[in-house]
């Protein structure tokens, strides 16, 4: 079992930064990934980000690539998205996932079989 609380959202202007933390508790993310999802009112959650615990490997979707920077801390068995130049585009739940995700299917909500409760960012224009 994992347990993973998400932290960090809140409300900022466009250009602004924020950082989100994912901590997982009950087992480590050493075999799995760790991904970002969000989903804005009336839409789909969609993904943003993800990172292969144990290599290192990141993935963007385009529309934050070069903007957001996913990371991780292993002695802390923390999880990180470090949200720059936001947008209000932007505003959305975003949740934390971990999973046994497995060649390209780090984009795909099936993929995850934990999940956090989500943390709200909003980006005023």
């Known amino acids: 079992q994992v347990q993973l609380v998400e932290s960090g959202g809140g409300l900022v202007q466009a250009g602004g930064s924020l950082r989100l933390s994912c901590a997982a508790s009950?087992?480590?993310?050493?075999?799995?990934?760790m991904g970002w999802f969000r989903q804005a009112p009336g839409k789909e959650r969609e993904f943003v980000s993800a990172?292969?615990?144990?290599?290192?490997?990141?993935y963007y979707a385009d529309s934050v690539k070069g903007r957001f920077t996913i990371s991780r801390d292993n002695a802390k068995n923390t999880g990180y998205l470090q949200m720059n130049s936001l947008k209000p585009e932007d505003t959305a739940v975003y949740y934390c996932?971990?999973?046994?995700?497995?060649?390209?299917?780090?984009?795909?909500?099936?993929?995850?079989?934990?999940w956090g409760q989500g943390t709200q960012v909003t980006v005023s224009s």
């Open positions: 996932a971990a999973g046994p995700v497995y060649g390209r299917n780090y984009q795909l909500i099936p993929a995850y079989d934990y």
């Open positions: 009950g087992r480590t993310f050493s075999s799995r990934a």
């Open positions: 990172i292969r615990w144990s290599t290192g490997d990141t």
